[in-house]
Structure formats: structure tokens, C-alpha cells
């Protein structure tokens, strides 16, 4: 995988960043600002621990958990981006290419979900 070096990057949003760019924009962030990569099995706890953030906010806002006074509902987006930034951090320490990955994955769910999720019946009831 080529990284960009942070001269080449831009740090404005992309609203059709790909999952490429994204890889390399967290790659040329970690180099520049990280020092280096937390250790693979660190990283696998700091995405656990931002999932339980994310969980928590999702469960406050669509679940019937209550926030606490104080509590800040309008990070959801950022929540998001924690648990995305850990997982290219991962990906990336570990040689995984997700724009290859993630199509692999859906032609897999393709071939053994074609019908399977339509047949289920619990999925024509409304909720
Ligand atoms: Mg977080």
C-alpha cells in the first residue's frame, strides 16, 4: 500500500473519501502527530473501548437507556469516527487492504445471504 507523505494529504473533509484514502490519510496522521502505531493487541482494547462509547450514546439516543445530566447526545458522529479510526489503525498494522477486504466480504454475504434474510419471516413484521 502507497502512503501519501503529509505534504500531499489534505486535512479538509472529503465527502467522497474512499476507504483507500482513508487508510492512507490515518497512516500519514499516525507518522506525523502518532510516533508510531500503538502495539496491535492495544489497539484491539482502544477499539473495544471506543465501541463501548459508541454503544453507549447509541443506547441512550435509540434504546431505552437515559443520558445523565450533562451527558453530550450530538456525539454520535465523532463516536463513529473513533471506532473507524482504530479499525484503519488496525487494518493498516496489519497489512489489510479494506477497499479488497470489503468486497470480498459483501460477494461472501452475497452468495450465502441471497435469500436467507428475505425468508425470515421476523424481518416482515413491523416494529
Ligand atoms: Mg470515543
Known sequence: MDFLSSDQRSVAPDSELSLADAQRQVHAWIQEHGVRYFAPLTNLAQLVEEVGELARLLSRT???????PGEDATRLPDEFADVLFVL????????VDLT?????????????????HKQNPKLQQNQ
Not at 435509540?62 to 445523565?68: H, L, P, R
Not at 484503519?88 to 497489512?95: D, E, F, M, S, V
Not at 479488497?100 to 436467507?116: G, S
Open 88 to 95: 484503519l489503525c488496525l487494518a493498516n498494522q496489519t497489512g
Open 62 to 68: 435509540y434504546g431505552e437507556q437515559s443520558f445523565k
Open 100 to 116: 479488497q477486504a470489503l468486497a470480498a466480504n459483501l460477494a461472501k454475504k452475497t452468495q450465502r445471504d441471497r435469500d436467507r
